[in-house]
């Protein structure tokens, strides 16, 4: 009978351990502008791949950036079973992009939310110190549709300026102080497109905080063949790592990918069909234009709190 107790225990144990685990992701979707579709790279087109291939990974909860209110509406319609949350960042309501996250009411109970701005004065929308843009960070107080409210964790998003180093520095300082002040030591998570890079001292401010650790340096499993911005360019390689998913330092990260997925076009300059080289003569091939959904490539991780 002790061992029939003992075996229960460790089931208990280990269906205890796999529920905690989530797949957490952080995706630079790139606003809606015109002249990415005369470019060919317009959102009417890349919407779809974007929701096709979050609805294949199916996070739990992932934080996007650069998304205008028409882009949220498209998204919410193509993704499957997913609510968000998040202001447009230019008045707090619709205008301008919103760092919203999207997460599945179906495993996630929201508990409390808030937003805040990267200036001088974060709790209204306004630019920021030598900031190009007006920038905000959407937060969220989660539990696990199965747990407590005690077993909540708080999920951060953002995206930083692309021109001002003091914005960034100032705003990774304000941060940091906003996690500590909101989270008051329970598990965080966040996720966005910071503009720095895994070698810039403004990283650093995160890692060094004693409340975060990159998912990245932390992961047991890694796929990440490129760094996470592409310019549009399938040709363009970079070491670099500039959209981050920082985690407590207690929490397990078990994998972590960049995905690199692209989509096909037609070529109108090529309408012939070609055979391939050592393939099938049955198979008919077309010269087709490879393309990405964003200029970032998203990034996914799957942890334990």
Known sequence: MKRFYLFVYFVYVAVAALSAQMLVGSYNIRLNVSSDSVAGNGWHQRCRVICDQVNFMSPDIFGTQEVLHGQLMDMLEGL????????????????????????????????????????????????????????????????????????????????????????????AKLIVSRIREIAQGAPVIVTGDFNVDQNDEIYTIFTTSGLLKDSYAAARLRFAENGTFNSFDTDLYTESRIDHIFVSPETRVEAYGVLTNSYWQPDPTSATTIKGHDAPQEIDFSRYIRRQPSDHYPVFVRLSL
């Open 80 to 171: 499957d079973g997913y609510d968000y949350l998040g202001v447009g960042r230019d008045d707090g309501k619709t205008r301008g992009e919103y760092a919203a996250i999207f997460y599945k009411p179906e495993s996630l109970r929201l508990l409390d939310q808030g937003n805040f701005w990267l200036s001088e004065t974060p709790d209204r929308p306004g630019l920021g110190w030598d900031a190009a843009c007006v920038r905000v960070c959407t937060w969220g107080k989660f539990a696990a549709q199965t747990a407590t409210d005690d077993e909540a964790f708080y999920f951060f998003n953002l995206h930083m300026d692309h021109v001002g180093v003091t914005a960034r520095r100032e705003g």
